[in-house]
Structures are given as structure tokens and as C-alpha cells.
């Protein structure tokens, strides 16, 4: 009843929009003199108006409002977007979702996950003190290759400097749960750039120190040794770059980040009692072998001429390397009889990737109307996750390639009123594994390596019709594509029932995933809404399921998801106030009996609960604050266990900052501000037939944590 209520008074206030062009979005004088939105994440100079897409840009400042409250890139667009799921308060991301699916997560355009083997730490890759916007592109797609079947997320690291001099940033944080000592965290950032002429260097580094989470009850929330986690952590990254322009329109920019968040190991779980409601809690110990983490290095350098041969040039050679350690215990999966007596070997895993490619994208307009852009794409992966202790591979050393040349073309017509946009991209994927044996768990299977070649043609298309300015309306169909967690297969493959087994015996076909989309937007005056329905399917996608010993499989099942959004922001009269909500509803199913057709509804694991937001923000003068309710509605899971019901809750978070003359400004934030007490999305409904597993990973939220801040720029 209260779904139905809700969705029909969204409907009844807000007709359209998909993107959220936040105030302050980045901006490009065209020719005409007007400022246009340029996402950088669509691979094209085109304003989000011209494109089929579901699009948002948050800004800066809204960043830096969503980071002061909530501390991290990942809950900054949860917070923001209401179908996306809630996040897990983790190190580890697996089954965060938008709209139903992975998103693909990027740093200027540099994938992030290592989908080989998906250690779901792609949201912890950069410290967002280095970060000018984050763009969101909704929905399957393959604009940036393997991974997007959920959408974009791609993170643009800050601006370089664009008058002679010096300039920087300064940054001072704390925060504290409940005002115990062992809750207190903090932050040091510092950015200096310097440019003389055609030339500019910035070099930076980020300090956070988390402390303990304490949820709406007082209790300590229970930390995930094995998995990791963000609280009782700290985190040290660097940020460098040169530039030189060799032109008015040519450029070269070489950057580096090393981000490095490991955990402190101070607090160790306590299990809690799933059937009793007792959620898992903390207490003072040591812990054995090495603290989970996670350290990647992505280096990347961009070559663009924004007038070469009346087009616009684009080339990127990246090398991106991760480690994501992960904690270590007896786990009945690491034992090894020929190695120490049943139940005694402590072990623990690290996964290990590597990524170089290449990237070059050429556009370029005819006749004022047409618009064409042509490219291609290289990577090359290697990834591979070992034991730390004992020296094994739980998943072989495994190295895939992409080659992916591709072409877009948008063309304008009747003065702009219709576009019809559309390409393809063709993915040569060729994944290489070597000959190895499972662990003792698995009943050592020898596996007999080899090579795999795939080759699929990706397409997409789409109509805009905008009858007039601000007003528009568009349809769309784009495929994306992704691997299903090649490393969960490879390392499960089981010698007792399945002996002689080879890598052509195995299903590790990519998962080609597709989106169908209609919408609707308004942007007029004070009026900023919009309305889209989608619907996506893949018939061998990749399903979450966690098998007895408390870890995720992959199973390969038919996924259909479909729902809708609907976003309205207002400005009022009053100077610098805007209200805002949004509605987003998702309903999902798979094929769990694979006869081709869905019959049950996809878990908390692999979809979001259908989600109202409500805001306030108020920009005026030195004073800047904003006030955001989400609202994670009820849920139940047909075909599943009773007690994986969702039972929803609401939290609320605010902020308000001061910019004081010559003396940078202060920050106050409150996330949780009425200390709701509740049990997160992902423990209330993951899978309970589950059994030891099931109690330890039974986590409360955070409850209120203030943070207060200042930074100073220069």
C-alpha cells in the first residue's frame, strides 16, 4: 500500500527527466556561445541532451557535500540515486547494483574491476579528494567495454590549473559515532599546482584514519575480517600529474594515482544470532596473518587535439594494477590434509590483477548535422587469486585480451527537433587459462587449460524528439557486456563430480546483457523532472549464489529486470532553496530450474528494494547546506526463504557549511541524524539456508556520525 501510494504521487508531480544535472555541472562554451554539459564517460563532445541516455553529473560541490557526510565515492551515488542498492557499508561491494546490475567503475575512463576475478573493491580505488566530478551513465552498455551491464560510474580527477602560479587545496576532517574514543577517525588532504606557460604539475596526497562503527543502539557494528571492511581502517593515496599543451588545441597529460586502504586489525567479530535478531558485534583481539586491504596504481596518459583535421582526438595507454588481500581462517574450503591436519591450516587469499590498453577515439561533424565518432579499444588483464600462506592458486593465473574497434553516429534533423543516434562495437575477447589443479576442498581437480575466443557484436541505437528547448522525450536499445566472474567457476570446478574436466567444459561465456528504454524530461524555468522505464534481459547471465561454506558461486541463468524512476527538483522563490525527490521501482526474476523461463525473484544479492528519496538543499551567499531523506521500502522475494524479507527503513543525513572571508570555509555534517537502529540491506536478505556463515554476516548499519570539517583554497 505504501509503494502504491508513493509511486502514484511521484507520478502525479514529476513527468520526466533521466539525468540530474547537478548546479555547477562542468561546462564547454560551444559555438554558439552557450554553456554545454560535456560527459566526458559517453566518449563524446555532444551535450547529454543529444544523447539516448540516462545521464547524471554530480559536481563538485554536491561531491564534496555527499563525502562529508557519508566518507566515500560509493555511498555519495547510492545516496544520490535512487535506483541504485544500498551499499553494504563494506570494503567489499558485491551485490551493489544500479538498476538490477553491476555498474562499471572507472577513473577517467580506466576500468577499475578486475571482472577475471571480481574481488567487488572497484568502489575503493581513489580518494575522492582527487576527484572534480563523478558521471553516471544508467543502464547496459558497452561505451566503455566489459563491465557497464548496469551502467557507468566513471570518476574525473580534478581540473588542472589553468592560470600561471601556484594553487592548491587544504583539507582537515574528524569525525566520531557515539563520542567513543574508539569511533574517532580523521583526514589529512593537501593538493599544490603549479603552471608556467604550456606546462603544469600538481602532485597531492590523502590521509584517513576510520574509526569503529557504532550503529543506532550503542552497539558496536559488527567488522568483516574476511571480506574487509572501512571501519577500524586507514587509508594513504597519492595523486600526480604533468601537462603540457603542444598547442591551442593539442594537449599531452600523464597522471598517477596509489590508493591504499588497509585494515587496522584492532577489533575482531563477534557473531551474532540471526534467528534471535542479534546482529554480529565487535570486540578488542588480535587477528592472524595479514589485515585485508586493498592497493591499486593506475598510471595513464592522454593525448587530445580538439582540432585535428576539423575533428576531436582522443588517445589513452593505461596501465591500472590492484592487490586485494583478504583476511584470513580455518575455513573448511583452505584445508589441506597433505599440508596440516584437517581443521588447523590458517590460510588466507589475495587477488591479483593487472591491466594495460590502449584507447584512441576519433569525432568529427558533417554537413552541421551529422555527427560521427569512430575508435578502438585494447586490453589486455591478467589476474590471478593465490594463497598467502601455503603459496596455492585458488584461481589459476588467467589473462584475457579485448580488441574492440567501434563506431557512432548521431544525426540532427528538422533544426534539431528529432536525432536518431545509433553504432556498434565489436568485442574479439580471447581468455587464456593454464593448466591447474583445484584445492583440496574441491577434491583437487586437475583442469586442463587453454584458450577461448568470443566474438559478439554490440549495438545500440536510439530516437530523441525535442519539440521544444528544455523538453524532450527518447527511446533506446544498447547491449552491454561483461564476464561472469571467470574465477568463481575456474576454482569451483569439483574433481569428484566433475573429473577430466578441461576449460571448453566450462561456461565462461561473456554475459551479453541489453537495456530497452523510454523517457521523458523537463527542463524549464524552476522545473527540473523526469520519468524513464527500462527493461533489461540476459539469457546466461551471471547470478550471486552462496553456496554451504558461506561464498558466492556464479550461477548461469536467464536475468530479467524492469522498472522505472522518477526524479523533480524545484526551485523556489526564495534565493538559492531547491526541493527535490525521487522514486525508483525494480522487480527482477531469474530461471532457476534453466527451462528458459524466470520463476522465482532475484535476492537481496543481486537487486535493490524499491526507494523514495526526498532533499532540501539551500545555496546562498557564504552559507550552503542540504537536508536528504531515503526512504528503502519493504520487500519480499518470491521463491525465496521467509526470513529474507526486506523490512525497510528510512535514514536521514545533513549538512552545512560556512565560507568564512579569506579563511576557507567550515563543514558540519550528520549522517544517520536520528540514529536509526537497523539491520543493512544485504544481512536482512541474504540467503539464510546458510548456516555458520549466516550469523557472522548479520550486520547492523552505522548509526549518527558527525563529521566537521575545514578546507582552504588557494
Known amino acids: 500500500m505504501i509503494r502504491k501510494f508513493v509511486a502514484a504521487a511521484l507520478v502525479t508531480t514529476a513527468l520526466s527527466s533521466p539525468a540530474f544535472a547537478q548546479d555547477n555541472a562542468p561546462i564547454d562554451e560551444g559555438a554558439n556561445g552557450e554553456a554545454t554539459i560535456i560527459v566526458t564517460?559517453?566518449?563524446?563532445?555532444?551535450?547529454?541532451?543529444?544523447?539516448?541516455?540516462?545521464?547524471?553529473?554530480?559536481?563538485?560541490?554536491?561531491?564534496?557535500?555527499?563525502?562529508?557526510?557519508?566518507?566515500?565515492?560509493?555511498?555519495?551515488?547510492?545516496?544520490?540515486?535512487?535506483?541504485?542498492s544500498p551499499t553494504r557499508q563494506k570494503l567489499s561491494g558485491s551485490g551493489e547494483t544500479l538498476r538490477g546490475r553491476s555498474p562499471l567503475y572507472a577513473i577517467n575512463g580506466i576500468p577499475q574491476s578486475t571482472p577475471i576475478r571480481d574481488g567487488s573493491r572497484d568502489g575503493y580505488t581513489i580518494d575522492p579528494f582527487f576527484l572534480d566530478r563523478v558521471e553516471l551513465i544508467y543502464g547496459s552498455n558497452a561505451l566503455q567495454g566489459i563491465g557497464a551491464t548496469g551502467g557507468v560510474v566513471n570518476q574525473v580527477v580534478i581540473k588542472a590549473p589553468r592560470e600561471d602560479g601556484f594553487?592548491?587545496?587544504?583539507?582537515?576532517?574528524?569525525?566520531?559515532?557515539?563520542?567513543?574514543?574508539?569511533?574517532?577517525?580523521?583526514?589529512?588532504?593537501?593538493?599544490?599546482?603549479?603552471?608556467?606557460?604550456?606546462?603544469?604539475?600538481?602532485?597531492?596526497?590523502?590521509?584517513?584514519?576510520?574509526?569503529?562503527y557504532y550503529d543506532g543502539a550503542?552497539?558496536?557494528?559488527?567488522?568483516?575480517?574476511?571480506?574487509?571492511?572501512?571501519?577500524?581502517?586507514?587509508?594513504?593515496?597519492?595523486?600526480?600529474?604533468?601537462?603540457?599543451?603542444l598547442s591551442s588545441t593539442a594537449r599531452l597529460e600523464l597522471f598517477a594515482t596509489r590508493f591504499n586502504l588497509e585494515g587496522n586489525g584492532d577489533w575482531v567479530q563477534v557473531p551474532g544470532n540471526r534467528s534471535a535478531g542479534l546482529a554480529s558485534s565487535s570486540k578488542r583481539g588480535e587477528l592472524e596473518g595479514e589485515m585485508a586491504s586493498n592497493r591499486v596504481e593506475t598510471v595513464n596518459l592522454t593525448?587530445?587535439?580538439?582540432?585535428?583535421?576539423?575533428?576531436?582526438?582522443?588517445?589513452?595507454?593505461?596501465?591500472?594494477?590492484?592487490?586485494?588481500?583478504?583476511?584470513?581462517?580455518?575455513?573448511?574450503?583452505?584445508?589441506?590434509?597433505?599440508?596440516?591436519?584437517?581443521?588447523?591450516?590458517?590460510?588466507?587469499?589475495?587477488?591479483?590483477?593487472r591491466k594495460l590498453g590502449a584507447r584512441v577515439s576519433y569525432e568529427r561533424q558533417f554537413f552541421e548535422a551529422l555527427n560521427i565518432t569512430f575508435g578502438f579499444d585494447s586490453m589486455w588483464d591478467k589476474t590471478q587469486q593465490e594463497m598467502i600462506a601455503t603459496a596455492r592458486y585458488w584461481v589459476p593465473?588467467?589473462?584475457?585480451?579485448?580488441?574492440?574497434?567501434?563506431?557512432?553516429?548521431?544525426?540532427?534533423?528538422?533544426?534539431?527537433?528529432?536525432?536518431?543516434?545509433?553504432?556498434?562495437?565489436?568485442?574479439?575477447?580471447?581468455?587464456?587459462?593454464?593448466d591447474y589443479v583445484t584445492l583440496a576442498s574441491y577434491n583437487s581437480a586437475r583442469v586442463t587449460g587453454g584458450t577461448r575466443n568470443f566474438n559478439d557484436l554490440l549495438i545500440n541505437g536510439g530516437v530523441i524528439v525535442e519539440p521544444a528547448q528544455g523538453i524532450r522525450a527518447y527511446a533506446s536499445y544498447a547491449e552491454g557486456y561483461s564476464i561472469a566472474d571467470v574465477g568463481r567457476i575456474l576454482r569451483s570446478v569439483n574433481g569428484a563430480t566433475q573429473p577430466n574436466f578441461g576449460i571448453e567444459d566450462i561456461n565462461v561465456t561473456p554475459v551479453i546483457s541489453n537495456n530497452r528504454e523510454v523517457g521523458i524530461e523537463i527542463k524549464r524555468g524552476p522545473l527540473d523532472a523526469s520519468a524513464s522505464y527500462f527493461w533489461s534481459t540476459s539469457k546466461d547471465g551471471g547470478l550471486l549464489v552462496m553456496n554451504s561454506a558461506g561464498v558466492y558461486d556464479v550461477q548461469r541463468q536467464r536475468i530479467e529486470i524492469q522498472g522505472f524512476e522518477i526524479n523533480l527538483a524545484v526551485q523556489l522563490p526564495v534565493?538559492?532553496?531547491?526541493?527535490?525527490?525521487?522514486?525508483?521501482?525494480?522487480?527482477?526474476?531469474?530461471?532457476?530450474?534453466?527451462?528458459?523461463?524466470?520463476?522465482?525473484?532475484?535476492?537481496?544479492?543481486?537487486?535493490?528494494?524499491?526507494?523514495?528519496?526526498?532533499?532540501?538543499?539551500?545555496?546562498?551567499?557564504?552559507?550552503?547546506?542540504?537536508?536528504?531523506?531515503?526512504?528503502?521500502?519493504?520487500?519480499?522475494?518470491?521463491?525465496?526463504p521467509a526470513n529474507t524479507a526486506f523490512s525497510g527503513y528510512t535514514l536521514t543525513d545533513a549538512v552545512l557549511r560556512y565560507d568564512l572571508p579569506r579563511m576557507g570555509g567550515i563543514t558540519l555534517a550528520a549522517?544517520?541524524?536520528?540514529?536509526?537502529?537497523?539491520?543493512?540491506y544485504n544481512s536482512q536478505t541474504i540467503r539464510s539456508t546458510v548456516a555458520?556463515?549466516?550469523?557472522?554476516?548479520?550486520?547492523?548499519?552505522?548509526?549518527?556520525?558527525?563529521?566537521?570539517?575545514?578546507?582552504?583554497?588557494?
Open 671 to 680: 549522517s544517520n541524524l536520528f540514529d536509526v537502529d537497523y539491520v543493512t
Open 41 to 84: 564517460a559517453a566518449r563524446t563532445i555532444l551535450p547529454p541532451n543529444a544523447l539516448p541516455l540516462t545521464i547524471d553529473i554530480i559536481d563538485k560541490e554536491t561531491l564534496d557535500q555527499q563525502i562529508a557526510m557519508s566518507g566515500s565515492v560509493i555511498d555519495a551515488v547510492a545516496n544520490l540515486t535512487p535506483s541504485f
Open 218 to 245: 550503542g552497539r558496536r557494528v559488527g567488522i568483516d575480517n574476511t571480506q574487509g571492511d572501512v571501519q577500524d581502517s586507514q587509508s594513504l593515496s597519492f595523486f600526480a600529474r604533468l601537462g603540457y599543451d
Open 397 to 434: 593465473p588467467t589473462t584475457f585480451r579485448t580488441l574492440a574497434p567501434f563506431g557512432q553516429a548521431n544525426l540532427k534533423l528538422f533544426d534539431g527537433v528529432l536525432r536518431v543516434a545509433g553504432g556498434a562495437r565489436w568485442e574479439n575477447g580471447q581468455l587464456k587459462v593454464d
Open 167 to 212: 594553487s592548491g587545496r587544504v583539507l582537515v576532517q574528524g569525525s566520531t559515532g557515539n563520542f567513543e574514543s574508539s569511533s574517532f577517525g580523521g583526514k589529512l588532504g593537501g593538493l599544490l599546482t603549479y603552471r608556467q606557460g604550456a606546462f603544469d604539475v600538481t602532485g597531492g596526497v590523502a590521509y584517513e584514519k576510520r574509526g569503529l
Open 303 to 353: 593525448l587530445t587535439d580538439t582540432d585535428l583535421g576539423g575533428g576531436n582526438l582522443i588517445f589513452q595507454a593505461f596501465f591500472n594494477r590492484s592487490r586485494d588481500i583478504f583476511g584470513g581462517d580455518v575455513s573448511a574450503t583452505f584445508q589441506d590434509a597433505s599440508i596440516a591436519p584437517v581443521g588447523t591450516l590458517f590460510d588466507q587469499s589475495a587477488n591479483r590483477s
Open 692 to 714: 555458520a556463515t549466516d550469523n557472522a554476516r548479520f550486520f547492523t548499519g552505522r548509526g549518527r556520525t558527525f563529521t566537521l570539517g575545514w578546507d582552504y583554497r588557494f
Open 575 to 640: 534565493d538559492g532553496l531547491k526541493l527535490g525527490t525521487g522514486y525508483a521501482h525494480l522487480s527482477g526474476r531469474t530461471d532457476s530450474n534453466k527451462d528458459d523461463k524466470v520463476d522465482i525473484d532475484l535476492d537481496g544479492a543481486n537487486i535493490s528494494p524499491d526507494r523514495v528519496n526526498v532533499w532540501a538543499s539551500y545555496n546562498n551567499g557564504p552559507v550552503s547546506a542540504r537536508v536528504q531523506a531515503g526512504l528503502y521500502l519493504d520487500r519480499k522475494f518470491d521463491g525465496a
